[in-house]
């Protein structure tokens, strides 16, 4: 689901890159990555996430997408040349992403799924193109947060198919996704760094 006026307010503000390289600093002193991996944002918007990651793990390749091609165009501006050498920009859906299957070291979800009709179909393709031992770094929010009296009236969202605490983390397990980390003001937000626990790819 692409994002409102409202959404694209707070995703794209001086503060939201702020509170990124918090919980990036946080994700990454919890489950580092190798320099030179290859990894995945999902819901890159114009690019403030994907270049902090790029300045943080240092990957041979960073996939950035987006289901808005106008965010995508945003990115490439914002990234600069950065874009055109190990920058990958590219309008998909996280519930099809374009990538081969076990060919990532690293995806990372900074509050996109809670936006996902079909969540756990994006949660299967992220798993999917996830190597065995492939880290999902993930923020999300739980509907009390952004459907609440207020929000719900200025926020868009899906409205049916909401996952909370225990879904989420229940999904994930699932999955084989399994958390080494977390951090979580209960019904409201989380955070954390699952391993993808497949010993080999089919």
């Not at 001086?14 to 990555?33: D, Y």
Request: hydrophobic residues 45%; proline residues 5%.
């Amino acid at each position: 689901m692409k994002l409102n006026w409202a959404e694209r307010w707070v995703v794209n503000n001086p503060s939201r890159v702020f509170q990124q390289r918090i919980e990036i600093a946080w994700l990454k002193k919890k489950m580092p990555l190798k320099k030179g991996a290859r990894i995945l944002e999902i819901g890159c918007g114009r690019g403030a996430g994907a270049r902090l990651l790029h300045q943080a793990f240092e990957p041979a390749l960073l996939h950035a997408q987006d289901l808005d091609i106008e965010m995508i165009r945003k990115a490439g501006r914002y990234l600069g040349n950065a874009s055109a050498k190990d920058i990958s920009l590219a309008v998909a859906d996280s519930i099809r992403i374009p990538l081969r299957d076990c060919s990532l070291d690293a995806v990372f979800d900074f509050g996109v799924l809670h936006h996902v009709p079909d969540w756990q179909a994006a949660l299967a393709e992220i798993e999917r193109v996830l190597k065995p031992g492939g880290k999902f770094y993930i923020e999300e929010l739980f509907p009390s947060l952004y459907q609440n009296f207020i929000t719900r009236h200025i926020l868009l969202h899906p409205a049916e198919n909401r996952f909370r605490s225990a879904d989420f983390r229940s999904a994930l397990a699932g999955r084989g996704l399994l958390l080494q980390a977390a951090f979580e003001v209960p019904g409201l937000w989380f955070m954390g760094v699952a391993v993808k626990d497949r010993p080999a790819c089919d």
